[in-house]
């Protein structure tokens, strides 16, 4: 397994947001954590990165136990995120936003900037443009973009689609499955079941910090259970 949380506890004070949370993804998958508001995806994705510290459990990643390592040291270990909200430098430009997710690494990035350019012709066009005056779509691809500056193993995301037009969505999904087909492994949590399991290989349904349901992404698309509460039932 390339990314492993093992029955992972967290807390924001005395609430407990996650009550033992187990995920695994493999390398090459696309996994994607699928579940309502305040399950627990972002605080998962968070407990990841480093951004938040566990109370019990542990994360593992490329062989090795990360639970105590520092953020940015994930990062460099092949950790990439793009936040929910995005997080973009607004008063920089968009080549400085994207440059900014390579900061840490010391050799020349010029590949990695032609290949995000080639994924997102957009950010190429736009590069001198300020990033806070990108409209959310393009926040949203500057990013993800950022996120692949740094050259990542697996890349986190969360929410991508919030706040898109349906166009952009279909867009940002073609997308995440072209990175992942270039060779990144993805796990990404989603508001939009529907789009999110038709892309993932596997998924797991949170409720209230517990996993509910792990299983091929396919499979859950046609779970009756799955179908009434996250996909509108259709
Ligand atoms: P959403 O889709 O609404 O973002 P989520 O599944 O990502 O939901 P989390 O954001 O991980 O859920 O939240 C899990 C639980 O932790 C929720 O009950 C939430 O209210 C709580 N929580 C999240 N962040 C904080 C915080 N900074 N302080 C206190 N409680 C928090």
């Known amino acids: 397994?390339?990314?492993?949380?093992?029955?992972?506890?967290?807390?924001?004070?005395?609430?407990?947001?996650?009550?033992?949370?187990s995920v695994s993804v493999d390398e090459g998958e696309i996994v994607t954590l699928i579940g309502a508001n305040g399950a627990g995806k972002t605080t998962t994705l968070k407990t990841i990165s480093g951004l938040r510290s566990l109370s019990s459990g542990a994360v593992r990643f490329d062989g090795r136990d990360i639970s105590r390592m520092p953020g940015h040291k994930r990062v460099l270990a092949g950790i990439g995120q793009a936040p929910e909200g995005r997080g973009i430098f607004p008063g920089m430009t968009v080549e400085e936003n994207?440059?900014?997710?390579a900061y840490a690494r010391k050799e020349d990035v010029s590949k990695e900037l032609a290949q995000v350019h080639e994924l997102f012709p957009r950010l190429a066009e736009r590069r001198t443009q300020a990033g806070g005056t990108m409209?959310?779509?393009?926040?949203?691809m500057l990013a993800i973009g950022r996120a692949l500056m740094a050259k990542p193993k697996v890349l986190l995301l969360d929410e991508p689609s919030m706040g898109l037009a349906p166009m952009l969505v279909q867009q940002i999904f073609s997308i995440i499955v072209e990175i992942?087909?270039?060779?990144?492994?993805?796990?990404?949590?989603?508001?939009?079941?529907?789009?999110?399991?038709q892309i993932a290989h596997r998924a797991y349904v949170l409720e209230t910090g517990r996993v509910v349901k792990a299983a091929p992404a396919g499979d859950l698309l046609d779970d009756p259970q799955v179908r009434?509460?996250?996909?509108g039932g259709a």
């Open 1 to 21: 397994m390339l990314l492993e949380i093992d029955d992972i506890h967290v807390h924001y004070g005395k609430i407990a947001a996650l009550k033992g949370i």
């Open 98 to 101: 994207l440059l900014m997710g």
């Open 135 to 140: 409209s959310g779509g393009e926040q949203q």
């Open 180 to 197: 992942n087909r270039r060779g990144t492994t993805v796990l990404l949590v989603e508001q939009n079941a529907q789009q999110a399991l």
């Open 228 to 231: 009434a509460a996250y996909l």
